[in-house]
């Protein structure tokens, strides 16, 4: 398909485990950004790539939350020692550009035990 | 960091009635965000407006950037229009950095 892909889709796991969730974008696409949805909250920034630049990372919500994107495609999210509060679904998206309008993948949902 | 506010929070209509669900923000903005989520979660992108009036079928979405305000209208509703609605702008001088509105939740009975 031509959409934005994640993957997985539903992911359960222990707190204190790593997690690692995928996003692969729409071929061309050179921005990608990704998001997080926790139950009774809004959707909330979390990173964002474009091209060769440095990410801004200023939604990161602490330093347990990386991501990096390599080749400029595909883009991977990591939690480290998760805890309860992570259990959230995470969205990405990509767009041509900046000021583009973004495409949202299925999202992962995250559930923390 | 900019504020979004959307109104309502719950919206209920009968087949074919036209809606409007509201979105006000609170600071200066280069473009607004209307996105559509369905129950399981795929999220579309509705519009991207910075001035005036878009359409897109049953869809139209406006925008005042003096009075930051914008709405989306959709007309002649239909039970496949049920949805989360949900505005969003950018924040912290970026184009690409949003803020979201909490959303408006749209049931459309047959």
């Known amino acids: 398909g031509a959409g934005v892909s994640q993957s997985p889709s539903n992911k359960v796991t222990e707190k204190g485990k790593d997690v690692e969730l995928r996003c692969d974008p729409i071929s061309g696409h050179t921005a990608l950004y990704w998001y997080r949805q926790s139950l009774g909250q809004g959707l909330e920034f979390l990173i964002y790539f474009q091209g060769n630049s440095a990410p801004d990372k200023s939604g990161l919500p602490s330093d347990r939350f990386s991501a990096e994107r390599t080749g400029g495609s595909v883009s991977t999210l990591t939690i480290q020692r998760t805890q309860q509060e992570d259990s959230a679904v995470y969205l990405c998206a990509s767009s041509f550009r900046d000021r583009q309008p973004q495409h949202f993948g299925d999202g992962t949902r995250l559930s923390i035990l | 960091k900019n504020e979004v506010e959307q109104s309502p929070q719950n919206l209920t209509a009968q087949e074919g009635e036209f809606i409007t669900i509201n979105c006000s923000y609170s600071v200066g903005i280069s473009a607004l965000h209307w996105l559509q989520q369905h129950p399981g979660g795929g999220i579309v992108s509705l519009f991207m407006l910075s001035s005036g009036k878009k359409k897109h079928g049953r869809l139209i979405a406006t925008i005042n950037i003096q009075e930051k305000h914008s709405s989306l209208h959709i007309t002649a509703s239909h039970p496949r229009d049920s949805a989360v609605y949900i505005c969003?702008?950018?924040?912290?001088?970026?184009?690409?950095?949003?803020?979201f509105g909490k959303g408006t939740l749209l049931t459309v009975n047959p």
């Open positions: 969003a702008v950018p924040h912290g001088g970026s184009n690409y950095k949003l803020t």
